[in-house]
């Protein structure tokens, strides 16, 4: 699944993102808002993980979709 159908579909994937990551609350998904970069920024603030470290596993959670 490409990242403008994440975005796209975004209510849907929300759940599917608080799955993978638990600790990431409904406001920080809905400040993400489907944006790739705000998931990994939040990624990378809850888990204490470096920008490439957050990104890697957002780019993970996409090719998993």
Known sequence: MNWDQ???KWQQMKGKAQEQWGELTNDDLDVAAGKRDQLAGKVQ???GKTKEEAEEEVDRW????
């Not at 996409?62 to 979709?65: A, D, G, P, T």
């Open 6 to 8: 994440i975005e796209g």
């Open 45 to 47: 603030e809850r888990y």
């Open 62 to 65: 996409q090719r998993s979709l």
